[in-house]
């Protein structure tokens, strides 16, 4: 008796594969980028005379689209874009006017600890393995009463709580690097962590900073006819789709 050869299903890529590969998005909604841009602009003020800017760290910065957009909002304040993918580095080279190379396993981020005054941490924590060491890293690096911003998906946005009473999988979360199972949606970009707004809260204050503001912002891959709900949504960061949270390093 002979049986059929069958063709197994090609390994999945590593994490670093992943997100070395130039089609896997790194680039957040415009408008939460704005959003988390203000949070920080009204924390840290305007440049005046005989004060020196700001040095903001945009850790995890992808192309650079986020940063860029905070720059405009930002005016006189140092902007630097930190990332460990040497084609986004690439990428956000041609939007920033300085970028490094860093990470924030093994050695850490090469700047010296007490350095920023801000650091902004957009749609990476639910990336990583190790969020408690990195957030260790970000609070070395900040000076004492410096400002994390740091924004993430709800896992309890208003349609996920509607999906999962239905026993669909939450929009946001990821079973596997090869493809969507069991949710809406067909981009597979990563998510390892998920937080709730109460998980978020009580993270972040564990790691040594005070929350001062959460904020809600819509997320760019709402259906067209929902967007309107999703902005809606916003005013109850409890249900909005993306959380913004800026906190102080204790």
């Given at each position: 008796m002979t049986t059929s050869p069958t063709t197994a299903p090609a390994p999945a890529p590593g994490l670093r594969d992943?997100?070395?590969?130039?089609?896997?998005?790194?680039?957040?909604?415009a408008e939460r980028s704005l959003r988390q841009a203000r949070m920080l602009a009204r924390a840290l003020g305007p440049v005046r005379p005989g004060r020196q800017p700001a040095v903001v760290l945009d850790v995890g910065c992808g192309d650079g689209s986020a940063a860029a957009v905070a720059a405009r909002v930002l005016d006189g304040h140092r902007i630097v874009g930190v990332d460990w993918s040497q084609d986004a580095l690439r990428r956000a080279a041609r939007r920033l006017p300085q970028?490094?190379?860093?990470?924030?396993?093994?050695?850490?981020?090469?700047?010296?600890?007490?350095?920023?005054?801000?650091?902004?941490?957009?749609?990476?924590?639910?990336?990583?393995?190790?969020?408690?060491?990195?957030?260790?890293?970000?609070?070395r690096v900040l000076r004492p009463g410096g400002h994390l911003m740091l924004s993430?998906?709800?896992?309890?946005?208003?349609?996920?709580?509607?999906?999962?009473?239905?026993g669909v999988q939450p929009v946001f979360s990821e079973v596997s690097l090869r493809r969507v199972h069991g949710r809406p949606g067909s981009?597979?970009?990563g998510h390892l962590r998920l937080f709730t707004p109460r998980a978020l809260r009580e993270f972040v204050?564990?790691?040594?900073?005070?929350?001062?503001?959460?904020?809600?912002?819509?997320?760019?891959?709402?259906?067209g006819l929902l967007r309107p709900l999703d902005r809606l949504a916003?005013?109850?960061?409890?249900?909005?789709?993306?959380l913004l949270v800026h906190a102080r390093r204790r």
């Open positions: 992943f997100y070395e590969n130039p089609a896997v998005p790194v680039a957040s909604g970028v490094v190379r860093g990470e924030l396993s093994g050695g850490g981020l090469p700047f010296a600890s007490g350095s920023a005054n801000a650091v902004l941490f957009s749609e990476v924590v639910e990336h990583l393995v190790d969020p408690d060491g990195a957030l260790d890293e970000l609070r993430t998906p709800n896992l309890a946005a208003w349609y996920n709580r509607a999906l999962l009473l239905g981009q597979v970009v204050t564990a790691s040594g900073f005070d929350v001062v503001r959460m904020e809600g912002a819509p997320f760019h891959g709402v259906p916003c005013r109850l960061p409890s249900l909005a789709s993306i």
